[in-house]
């Protein structure tokens, strides 16, 4: 008849992948790092592809459909990805084409974090009637030529 394995090392691969599986399943919050936002118009309304920059942290994303994104890597000097920095000071230039340039500020600790909306106001134009008189009939010299000759000079 075989020895049976002893009762103290007969639970060991058990007790192992349970030790494993609980690890794994319990990991701390701060084991991921990553900011998640959304872009808005002045109405409260989800903008898509919205351009996201980060400073510092040489990265620019685009908004999804529902005017979210997430930053969970940076890129270095030389364009390699690195991770967010602990007690940094991040800001974020958000903006669109129309749409003024609107900024924010977080003083990331670590971990996951949801920063609270940015709001993107459009461009305003304004339109005044000009006092000058545009009419070309009345300018002093009308001749197209303007003096020369195109003729073999």
């Known amino acids: 008849m075989p020895n049976p394995i002893p009762p103290t090392r007969r639970g060991a691969p058990m007790l192992l992948r349970a030790a494993l599986a609980f690890a794994l399943l319990t990991q701390p919050a701060w084991a991921k790092a990553a900011i998640h936002g959304t872009v808005q118009d002045r109405n409260g309304q989800p903008m898509p592809r919205v351009n996201v920059r980060v400073v510092p942290g040489n990265i620019e994303i685009v908004t999804d459909d529902d005017g979210q994104f997430t930053i969970d890597y940076l890129r270095d000097a030389e364009g390699k990805r690195q991770r967010l920095s602990k007690r940094t000071l991040y800001t974020f230039e958000v903006y669109k084409l129309g749409y003024q340039l609107a900024k924010m500020d977080l003083d990331y600790k670590q971990g996951e974090v949801s920063i609270e909306p940015l709001t993107l106001t459009p461009d305003t134009i304004t339109v ?26």
């Open 128 to 153: 005044r009637a000009s006092t000058t008189n545009m009419d070309p009939a009345s300018a002093p010299d009308t001749d197209p030529a303007g003096g020369g000759s195109y003729e073999g000079e």
